[in-house]
């Protein structure tokens, strides 16, 4: 489930109107519903256009939540880091992005310490795959099989899913769970 709305357009939909997620809100929803995972509406925004100045999160939202129904796995969408050396890459090989930023680092590690337990990024892998690919084939232009340059993009999303994996803080942790069939879950 997800209560509340956030900024921003992504694959051309969406609006700038924001509504935070009403914490009261969310605990009724969740004990009606039974939700597996819930959405919460902070301050974060779709797409690679997200802010102009660094976002300030409503963390209290999270405590809220958390304290009233814990245990209830929380969801933060629109929070891709906007990583400025891809947008870089993407102008320097024929792209035009304008100057944006995305949800800090350390706003993204203080939700996850305050009950934030999925962190949707799309947007940094489209921009490291828009990246390795627009550099690729600037660099090899005789390039025309896919092959060989979404090689280049899968590794440039690997090294992204790898990064954020680390910053997370879930890397390595694999083994501290017992793997489960489908009818156990």
Same mark, same amino acid.
């Given at each position: ?17 924001? &509504? @935070?997620?009403?914490? /009261? ?5 969740? +004990? %009606?519903?039974?939700?597996?995972? @819930? ?6 925004? *779709? ?24 245990? =209830?796995?929380?969801?933060? *969408? ?7 050396? %891809? ?9 035009? %992005?304008?100057?944006? &930023? !995305?949800?800090?680092? /350390? ?6 310490? $305050? ?5 949707? =990024?799309?947007?940094?892998?489209? @921009? ?5 690919? $627009? ?6 232009? !005789? ?11 899968? /590794?440039?999303?690997?090294?992204? =899913?790898?990064? +954020? ?7 390595? *942790? ?7 069939? @489908?009818?156990?879950?």
């Amino acid at each position: 489930g997800e209560l509340g709305t956030l900024g921003g357009i992504e694959d051309g939909v969406g609006s700038g109107k924001v &509504m @935070l997620t009403d914490p /009261e809100e969310a605990v009724k929803f969740i +004990k %009606l519903t039974g939700v597996d995972a @819930l959405a919460l509406a902070i301050g974060t925004s *779709h797409g690679a256009y997200k802010f102009k100045v660094k976002p300030t999160l409503d963390m209290d939202i999270i405590n809220k939540v958390v304290e009233k129904i814990p245990g =209830v796995p929380l969801v933060m *969408h629109g929070s891709s880091s906007v990583p400025q050396e %891809l947008i870089e890459i993407i102008n320097k090989y024929g792209g035009r %992005l304008e100057k944006t &930023m !995305g949800v800090p680092m /350390e706003s993204i590690k203080e939700a996850i310490k $305050r009950g934030i337990r999925k962190i949707n =990024v799309d947007t940094d892998g489209r @921009l490291a795959m828009t990246g390795a690919t $627009r550099k690729y084939l600037a660099e090899n232009p !005789g390039a025309f099989d896919p092959r060989t340059y979404f090689g280049a993009a899968r /590794e440039a999303v690997y090294q992204i =899913v790898k990064g +954020k994996m680390i910053d997370f803080g879930t890397a390595g *942790h694999a083994g501290d769970y017992k793997p489960m069939t @489908l009818e156990e879950m």
